[in-house]
């Protein structure tokens, strides 16, 4: 193996070495620090996550229920969140929450003087997503029969007012839960695990569920890793001043 004396290539060489290795000796050091269990766990995990699928919350008012939406989507293995904001503010729940937010992305759309419903569908769209709102209209399609293939992006309403008008004009398809009884609509987040289960479900029987990319996998277990281990700030500070 060739060494160069020339400091220019050195501190080239030093670069290359720290943007590629860098995160790796990172990871690999913060491994140290979790059991082998957990570390299984995590990859079990990694592999069903996917991004094919996303839920959006258009001005959700009450926490418990946002939060047991994003509950719901950490369980059924969907990675991103969408918040619309404009009438109102995003806010938790803990208890009901249980800590899912740490595992999942979500994307707040909060600026202000603008339509952040429009402007989240424009971005979705750019994405490659399909937007499919839930709206209990007898005359939309079931969800049952939603054409699943591609990316899609489910949308729910406010729970006092529903859909906004923007977002049934704007989305690309609009899905009614079949129901029975005398009660117009379902709590958002039964609503919520009727949509994902259904459609999830059936991905992942057909073999069509899209995967996240060994690139998209690796940037989430660092950040898992990252939330797992006490301290990890610290740890990592120290252990990088070791290989600089």
């Not at 991004?51 to 293995?77: F, H, K, L, P, W």
């Not at 991103?80 to 740490?102: F, Q």
């Not at 281990?229 to 070791?242: G, M």
Request: a negative charge.
């Amino acid at each position: 193996m060739h060494y160069s004396d020339d400091p220019d290539e050195t501190s080239s060489l030093k670069n290359i070495m720290s943007s590629f290795d860098r995160e790796q000796l990172v990871l690999d050091h913060l491994s140290r620090f979790i059991s082998d269990h957990k570390k299984d766990f995590i990859e079990r995990v990694l592999d069903a996550r996917t991004r094919q699928v996303t839920v959006v919350m258009e001005d959700i008012y009450q926490s418990q229920n946002a939060s047991a939406v994003i509950r719901t989507c950490e369980c059924m293995g969907i990675q991103d969140v969408h918040m619309v904001e404009n009438t109102t503010k995003y806010s938790i729940n803990p208890r009901v929450l249980k800590g899912a937010d740490k595992w999942i992305d979500l994307h707040r759309h909060a600026v202000k003087q603008i339509n952040n419903t429009e402007a989240a569908f424009e971005q979705l769209h750019d994405a490659g997503y399909k937007i499919v709102v839930a709206d209990p209209d007898p005359g939309n399609l079931s969800v049952h029969d939603l054409d699943d293939s591609g990316r899609i992006a489910f949308v729910f309403g406010n729970e006092l007012r529903g859909i906004s008008r923007t977002a049934l004009s704007l989305c690309d398809e609009k899905i009614r839960i079949p129901m029975y009884g005398f009660t117009e609509s379902l709590n958002i987040s039964v609503s919520v695990a009727i949509c994902l289960s259904t459609t999830i479900n059936r991905l992942r029987s057909q073999n069509r569920l899209e995967k996240l990319t060994d690139e998209e996998k690796a940037a989430l277990r660092m950040k898992w890793y990252r939330k797992i281990v006490r301290k990890s700030d610290l740890i990592v500070r120290e252990f990088v001043r070791t290989i600089e």
